[in-house]
């Protein structure tokens, strides 16, 4: 599933500070490669990636089949290094991420969550019934006149 946009940005600042988990070389992908890949993202969820030597176009390529491999969703590239995230779902490392949810809810929780909402706003006073105020305050205070600043005219 690809990431929403306060997604990646909640985890490009989280990966900011980290340092490159695995280095790839000329080689580029191999099935030791991709298996220390899995087992960073199966460890840290959130990964950086460093690729040395090769353009444009054969990082691009490199991305995507890595990405592939290793069922990662890409976050960031800034010129040879990657940003992969891959959720551990049986241990969550990371908090949740905005807009997800960890846990996810049955039809009975939905609903009981709901009958609970609504008995809580048919308890509570309804904003235009509120009582006047009672006692020294009750009527409005008149407005102060602006000050002045010494030496200022």
Sequence with gaps: ??????????????????????????????????????????HHELIKVRLQDGDQEELTATRQALCQ?????????????????RRNHLEPRLAPLPGESLKRETAEERRSKALAREQAAARSPKAGARKPRAGKGAAKKPARKPTRKPGRR
């Design 1 to 42: 599933m690809p990431l929403s946009g306060p997604q990646q940005r909640r985890l490009r600042a989280l990966a900011h500070h980290l340092d490159p988990v695995v280095i790839i070389g000329a080689e580029r992908l191999s099935e030791g490669l991709v298996a220390e890949v899995d087992r960073a993202l199966e």
């Design 69 to 85: 491999a290793a069922r990662a969703e890409p976050v960031q590239t800034i010129g040879h290094i990657l940003v992969l995230f």
